[in-house]
């Protein structure tokens, strides 16, 4: 053993002379990546929401609790399974009180679930989604539960970023903690200047998230993953009318370049971040179930996607869109893995300066980042987004029938990053 | 081409004979060396193809072989037990001799180059230098310093008592045997340095006696400038 210790040392990185090395066992032609064990957390199925524009589109007078339980509901009734069989429920959400935590609560009754099963919430900003993913993931390796739904939701017309909380006075002293309430937008104008991405490319890649998005639509690739819902609105004369939701609204096909470069700079009035190569606001919900593969090969549903790294990183906050830049290459090492062998990454259009500005960075070939569209034309409801991903990502990998390997990446407000690598295991 | 198969084992080393042109002798070992046995193989090339001469197993693998300079059929051959052993293709069946010392992997085997020497040199795993007298009765000097698995010791060609180790903890280092000491410790690579090598040449430059030459994992060739230390060429694909 020892002398097979001293040549694998040989396939160490240059530089490291240490010989203690570990060895693993993993089935032939793969490494922690690739090889299928009972004990994989894997994704069964996820559904999501449209997207509704927030204050004009759809869902503006729906309370977040309907749309979590219209994409919970949707989940178990698609795949035949009880909620009785749930171990726990995680729900990202940003903008409601304590993170909505008695909005989750509500939620499962109004889905009919047993008081049996429990529901937290989780904050981590425009991550929370996808942190809704990585507890469940959690609680399922540590062996507390076997499964569970992961989810997201918000509601940006009812709720808004604008109570801070209460903050120390201190706050003003520390140049990280001032940073902290920097507007969002002002973050994309430093990354944009710091990191010299133009005007140009910035509006380009808006409008390629539009398009891609618009030829999703069209082509009805969305249908599959969309839950319609049913919801009142209060229309322009007062009155309520039922509208039933079942397309983002927030796509616009005809978008152009020369009518995006006719916008102005929203946070800076020399800026380059415009309301058109910005995120847009909005409500919406998925939900992902989410379990520990033996059990789910023991309940004889499918696996959809196995999580197969998670990573969580710290950045300046004044530059907290460059995130994914630094969560990626941190998941993908955890996966064995690197940008070649990934086939699709959802990467959170927080702002195309950003967006921009990581893939570039990553090296990442453009034809391979949000072919259906991102938050620049789909939205970007904060608690939702990350578990929006994830079911976009999975339901593409799902159509493109092969084995492949996904990431989902954002930024997170706050200067943070997150990733994670799935892999779709193919027919 | 002309082929020699030796069915279930990997060849680890390969010198030709210094008196026997058409001669040379194969260290190999079972399993890829890993584990198992090893075998002593020594060839003779003829018009059309390679053929075998004699053979002897040994019960661990075999790393490296060199041939005697001063008696056309003796070798030593250096084995996974840290053992080295002297064998003769005039006594067929058992070595001359087994000097067990080192208490790792004898990776490295040469035998002196100048005209007043006749000695044995071994590197080894246990991260030690052994110098031995011809007949192997005991070691002379034992020397250290190497941090890491040594995987190659090779005897300068010109300077007597002189030879070079490289070494899994990156450094390609110079020894004196008069003095028992490591002259130079050059950190020639950033990864492990599996192979050395003498300029054996004195004609092209007044500096080729002092050029050593090493390889690494870490993709590159490096030639270096003894004296000094200094690398001045290197080259890596």
Known sequence: ?427 | MKVFRSPARHGYAVEASPFVPSRSACAASQFYGLTGCGSLLVLDQTETDVCLVTSWEWSDGLFDVAWSETNEHVLVAGGGDGSLQLWDTANHSAPLRVAKEHTQEVYSVDWSQTRGENLIVSGSWDQTVKVWDPALSRSLATLRGHEGVIYSTIWSPHIPGCFASASGDGTLRVWDLKAAACRLAIPAHSAEILSCDWCKYDQFSPFSRSVLASCSYDFTVSSLHRLVGRRFSRASD
């Open chain 1, 1 to 427: 053993m020892n002398r097979l210790k001293i040549i694998s040392g040989h396939l160490s990185p240059a530089g490291s002379t240490d010989h203690e090395r570990d060895l693993w066992g993993s089935t032939c032609g793969s490494g922690p990546a690739g090889s299928s064990g009972p004990e994989d957390v894997v994704v069964v199925h996820g559904l999501r929401t449209a997207t509704g524009r927030a204050k004009r589109g759809s869902f503006k007078d729906t309370t977040p609790d309907e749309l979590l339980s219209a994409v919970m509901t949707a989940v178990l009734k698609d795949i035949g399974l009880s909620p009785n069989q749930l171990g726990d429920v995680c729900v990202g959400n940003v903008l409601q009180p304590g993170a909505g935590a008695l909005m989750a609560r509500v939620s499962q009754f109004l889905s009919g679930f047993p008081e049996t099963v429990p529901v937290y919430t989780v904050n981590r900003q425009c991550s929370s989604g996808l942190q809704a993913l990585f507890n469940i993931a959690g609680a399922i390796r540590s062996g507390s539960i076997d499964l569970g739904l992961a989810c997201g939701v918000e509601s940006m017309s009812l709720r808004a970023m604008g109570n801070p909380g209460d903050l120390s006075s201190r706050l003003v002293d520390i140049d990280k903690a001032r940073d902290c309430i920097i507007p969002m937008g002002i973050t994309s104008e430093n990354v944009a200047e710091r990191f010299g991405v133009s005007r140009e490319k910035q509006d380009a890649f808006a409008l390629g998230s539009h398009q891609k998005a618009a030829r999703a639509q069209s082509a009805g690739r969305f249908r599959e993953e969309i839950v319609p819902v049913t919801v009142t609105m209060v229309d322009d004369r007062g009155e309520d009318r039922a509208v039933t939701v079942e397309e983002d609204e927030g796509v616009r096909p005809g978008t152009t370049l020369e009518g995006l470069a006719k916008l102005r700079p929203v946070f800076k009035p020399d800026g380059s971040t415009t309301a058109g190569n910005s995120s847009q606001v909005s409500d919406g919900a998925a939900a992902l179930l989410i379990g520990r593969r033996a059990a789910v090969k023991a309940l004889g549903l499918p696996v959809l996607g196995v999580l197969r790294a998670s990573a969580v990183v710290g950045v300046p906050p004044d530059v907290m869109g460059i995130g994914p830049a630094v969560a990626i290459p941190a998941a993908l090492e955890q996966a064995g893995l690197s940008v070649a062998d990934v086939d699709v990454f959802e990467i959170n259009e927080a702002f195309s300066s950003q967006a921009v500005y990581c893939v570039e960075k990553l090296g990442i070939p453009p034809e391979k980042v949000n072919p259906n569209g991102g938050a620049i034309a789909l939205g970007h409801p904060l608690g939702c987004t990350g578990a929006r991903q994830v079911v976009t990502l999975l339901h593409e990998l799902r159509r493109r029938g092969r084995r492949a390997y996904g990431v989902v990446s954002m930024c997170i407000g706050t200067g943070m990053g997150a990733a994670a690598v799935f892999e779709h295991p193919g027919p």
